[in-house]
């Protein structure tokens, strides 16, 4: 499997007057290959939770492990579980810094040592698999759009090879034409490269279509974890949780579960059904 969490709890501010308690006894698996949806309201415990898997917070109580090792063992660097976990976090364009784009997704494989002729394969093919051709390449990241800021945020992560991508509310501040461009990206990247996608979303329209199962974060506790299908029976709880389903995001999954490819042009009922019918 890629990533095991066992009983997991985090406080932050242990002993202090401001003590509270993020995560408490979390436990579960993802295996390799999975594209899986985590979900919650704000609060919830999401940003807490993936920031164990790669070893940036060390667990008040529990265990981590990717890839069958426990990350905070003994001989353990954590840099190479940085490498193997890639997190990308929110509006991660504002940690473009580089005066292009070639040597900002360099700028990981260069640190992990790698000679010039690999990390140049590697920022070609990082680039190329988000979508940005050549013609970027010496471009400064601030001259490209919202979107493409954040392929080229994406790039650098995908660029250190990772076994498992992270990425939280990778849609955050998009218009709905590059949202569901960069989801359909991350779909065909998953598809593509076969590497395991964790998509941390507070929106069930963003990945209740994408995703093949969904774990539902509520106050530090895992709610749900199931196919989406199944999730998505418990509609009124879920409501509660400020989690609505909305209804084409359940007639897109109906499509995609039957083997249709459903376009990311198709936002209402009518088009969904329109599609149905092609
Ligand atoms: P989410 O990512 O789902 O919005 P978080 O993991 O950010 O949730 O937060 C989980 C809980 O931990 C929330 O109650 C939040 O207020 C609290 N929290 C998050 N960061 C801190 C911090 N640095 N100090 C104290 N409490 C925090």
């Known amino acids: ?36 949806g985590l979900i919650g309201h704000t609060g919830s415990g999401k940003s807490t939770l993936i920031q164990h898997f790669n ?16 990350i905070h063992g003994e001989d353990v660097k954590l840099s190479d579980i940085r490498q193997k976990v890639g997190l990308v976090f929110q509006y991660p364009e504002h940690q473009l810094f580089e005066m292009t784009v070639y040597k900002d997704v360099s700028f990981g494989p260069v640190n992990m040592g790698l000679n010039a002729s690999e990390v140049d394969s590697r920022v070609k093919e990082a680039l190329h698999i988000v979508g940005l051709s050549e013609e970027v390449y010496e471009k400064s990241p601030f001259e490209l759009s919202g979107g493409q800021k954040r392929r080229v945020a994406i790039a650098g992560v995908l660029a250190m090879k990772p076994d498992v991508l992270i990425l939280d509310e990778p849609t955050a501040g998009l218009d709905p034409r590059g949202r569901d461009e960069i989801l359909e990206e991350i779909k065909k990247l998953h598809d593509e490269l076969g590497i395991t996608v964790i998509l941390v979303s507070h929106s069930m329209e963003d990945i209740g279509k994408y995703v093949d199962r969904i774990i539902v974060m509520d106050r530090g506790h895992i709610k749900y974890d199931d196919a989406p299908k199944k999730v998505f029976q418990h509609i009124e709880s879920l409501e509660k949780m400020g989690l609505g389903v909305p209804q084409v995001t359940y007639l897109m999954r109906e499509l995609t579960d039957k083997g249709y490819h459903v376009s990311p042009e198709v936002t209402t009922i009518k088009e969904a059904y329109d599609e149905l019918m092609k």
């Open 55 to 70: 070893g940036l917070f060390k667990p008040s109580e529990g265990n981590v492990y990717v890839q069958g090792e426990d």
């Open 1 to 36: 499997m890629s990533i095991k969490i066992e009983n997991l709890s985090y406080v932050y501010s242990e002993g202090t007057p401001f003590e509270k308690k993020a995560l408490d006894g979390v436990t579960l698996e993802i295996d390799n290959g999975e594209f899986v």
